[in-house]
């Protein structure tokens, strides 16, 4: 396949770089500056698959580190077939799905492989898997699940406060444990930091606020998150046992919601984080609008915490962007209740669009560091980055090409996820994706839809360090 004349977001350069692609075989064989006579309808490149990309801008395939496709288990709500569909379309090439939402979780090598002989014949771009360590997993035994685990995931989630019964929460005597095994292991540890003591006390105040969305906020208010960050950057500081700081931190915070605990994150050299479009274009005032299509854990902040979000995305303080997609029917969205409504959010296909459009269209950052933040650094802390996250010879062929000027509106009803209630309905965006390519084989096109045969997507696992 030859990408040709396409202006290219090319490592570490903020100006677009006109250039061809070849991929042969599904990897990057050359980058070259293209013949400035390729034409719409000649082929002047012996005989491959042309695509002409002039006036294109051409990224590397885009990186979803957090998303919950919820197969096998819990597939009314996604699974991995709408869910990586819903990824290509909007220009993301490789997932990672969380471990805590299908059925069985993902906390021994026997339920990976029930999951992966599932979701191998449904996905159409490639995947990972994260492994769980859940209070479950304690009672028989953490290490040795994490050991037969570490082979085939990037990382480890976790949880400091959980509702699922599948999937206990870990106390901080145990998170400790998990965080020592894991770096032997050579494996990060997630967390969902949220603290259980805080909110066990909150949640009283605002079930008896209530049936508003301002009542769920103060269920969870910031100073939940906060607190459970500061405290699992020291249990992350104290598990390491001083000398250098690592090259790796041993942790990595999850759907980081609030300014303070991004500045935590960001003076602390055992830890990064990640935070989510939901919590930079929507807040607390947002919330009471919107209602429960835009509930999710931990709910949007009161301004200026997505101004603060932006900055440290800005800045570094904040490694990347991640969706944390997790959808639901109408039926289990809309219960009546605040408290019963589905607390998660279709986003993997909006999640490089808005960063686009609102991060970089916008001029909050540069285009080397859209890409850093929908793609290489994502693949870099997971140790995907020998063949994803960056446009160069010998990585794998995948391609997002965006249309850099094109307006167009958010529609849920048109999402290829199941889940099609989205806060984001009715936004107008900037830069549209017009093809997503993984490995050299284009799998979604904005005038077909996806255009791969469902299982096409190949499982991956960290390469060498």
């Given at each position: 396949?030859i990408?040709?004349?396409?202006?290219?977001?090319?490592?570490?350069?903020?100006t677009?770089?006109?250039?061809?692609?070849?991929?042969?075989?599904?990897?990057?064989s050359?980058?070259?500056?293209p013949?400035?006579?390729?034409?719409?309808?000649?082929d002047?490149?012996?005989?491959?698959?042309t695509?002409?990309?002039?006036?294109?801008?051409?990224?590397p395939?885009?990186?979803?580190?957090?998303?919950?496709?919820?197969d096998?288990?819990?597939t009314?709500?996604e699974?991995?077939?709408?869910?990586?569909?819903?990824?290509?379309?909007?220009?993301?090439?490789?997932?990672i799905?969380?471990?805590?939402?299908?059925i069985?979780?993902?906390?021994?090598?026997a339920?990976?492989q029930?999951?992966?002989?599932?979701?191998?014949?449904?996905?159409?771009i490639?995947?990972?898997?994260?492994?769980?360590?859940?209070?479950q997993?304690?009672?028989?035994g953490?290490?040795?699940?994490?050991?037969e685990?570490?082979?085939?995931v990037?990382?480890?989630?976790?949880?400091f406060?959980?509702?699922?019964?599948t999937?206990?929460?870990?106390?901080?005597?145990?998170?400790?444990r998990?965080?020592?095994i894991?770096?032997g292991?050579?494996r990060?540890?997630?967390?969902?930091?949220?603290?259980?003591d805080?909110?066990a006390?909150s949640a009283?105040?605002?079930?008896?606020?209530?049936?508003?969305?301002?009542?769920?906020y103060h269920s969870r208010?910031?100073?939940?998150?906060?607190?459970?960050v500061r405290?699992?950057?020291?249990?992350?500081?104290?598990?390491?046992?001083?000398g250098?700081?690592?090259v790796s931190?041993?942790l990595?915070?999850?759907?980081?919601?609030?300014?303070?605990?991004?500045q935590?994150?960001?003076?602390?050299?055992?830890?990064t984080g990640?935070?989510?479009p939901?919590?930079?274009?929507?807040?607390?005032e947002?919330?009471?609008?919107?209602?429960?299509?835009?509930?999710?854990?931990?709910?949007?902040?009161?301004?200026?915490n997505?101004?603060?979000?932006w900055?440290?995305?800005?800045?570094?303080?904040l490694?990347?962007?991640?969706?944390?997609h997790?959808?639901?029917?109408?039926?289990?969205?809309h219960?009546g209740s605040?408290?019963?409504?589905?607390?998660?959010?279709?986003?993997?296909?909006?999640?490089l669009?808005y960063l686009?459009?609102?991060?970089?269209?916008?001029?909050?950052?540069?285009?080397?560091?859209?890409?850093?933040?929908?793609s290489?650094a994502?693949?870099?802390?997971?140790?995907?980055?020998?063949?994803?996250?960056?446009?160069?010879?010998?990585?794998?062929?995948?391609c997002?090409?965006?249309?850099?000027?094109?307006?167009?509106?958010v529609?849920?009803?048109?999402?290829?996820?199941?889940?099609?209630?989205?806060p984001f309905d009715?936004m107008?965006?900037?830069?549209k994706?017009?093809?997503?390519i993984?490995?050299?084989r284009v799998?979604?096109?904005?005038?077909?839809?996806?255009?791969?045969d469902a299982?096409s997507g190949?499982?991956?696992?960290?390469?060498?360090?």
């Open positions: 396949m990408i040709a004349g396409g202006f290219l977001a090319l490592p570490g350069v903020d677009p770089v006109r250039a061809d692609i070849t991929i042969s075989e599904g990897i990057i050359a980058i070259s500056v013949d400035r006579s390729v034409g719409v309808s000649a002047p490149h012996g005989g491959h698959e695509i002409n990309a002039d006036g294109m801008l051409v990224l395939g885009g990186v979803d580190p957090h998303v919950h496709f919820d096998p288990g819990y009314d709500r699974d991995f077939l709408h869910g990586t569909s819903a990824a290509a379309s909007g220009g993301i090439t490789t997932v799905d969380m471990p805590c939402t299908s069985p979780p993902v906390t021994s090598a339920n990976l029930t999951k992966l002989e599932v979701v191998s014949k449904e996905a159409v490639d995947f990972g898997f994260y492994g769980g360590v859940s209070g997993v304690f009672e028989a953490a290490r040795r699940s994490m050991e685990l570490a082979p085939d990037l990382g480890f989630k976790t949880y406060i959980s509702g699922m019964q999937f206990n929460r870990v106390t901080h005597t145990q998170f400790s998990v965080l020592e894991a770096a292991l050579h990060p540890v997630l967390l969902h930091a949220e603290d259980f805080s909110i006390g009283k105040a605002g079930r008896s606020g209530g049936n508003r969305p301002i009542d769920y208010p910031e100073d939940t998150e906060i607190l459970a405290n699992a950057a020291e249990l992350a500081a104290a598990a390491w046992g001083g250098a700081p690592p931190p041993p990595h915070i999850v759907h980081v919601s609030t300014g303070r605990a991004a935590i994150i960001g003076s602390s050299p055992f830890v990640e935070t989510g939901q919590y930079l274009a929507f807040t607390l947002d919330f009471e609008d919107i209602g429960s299509p835009l509930k999710v854990t931990p709910p949007p902040r009161p301004a200026p997505n101004e603060q979000l900055s440290a995305l800005a800045n570094g303080t490694g990347f962007v991640a969706s944390d997790a959808p639901a029917p109408a039926a289990q969205k219960t605040i408290w019963t409504d589905y607390g998660g959010i279709p986003g993997t296909g909006t999640l669009p686009f459009s609102e991060g970089y269209s916008a001029d909050r950052f540069g285009l080397s560091r859209l890409v850093e933040l929908t290489s994502a693949a870099r802390r997971y140790g995907l980055d020998h063949r994803k996250g960056s446009l160069q010879v010998g990585m794998d062929g995948d997002v090409l965006i249309d850099p000027d094109a307006e167009w509106t529609k849920g009803s048109e999402f290829l996820s199941k889940g099609t209630i989205t009715g107008t965006l900037t830069g994706v017009t093809r997503t993984v490995r050299g799998v979604y096109d904005a005038e077909h839809g996806i255009t791969t299982g190949v499982f991956l696992r960290r390469g060498p360090r």
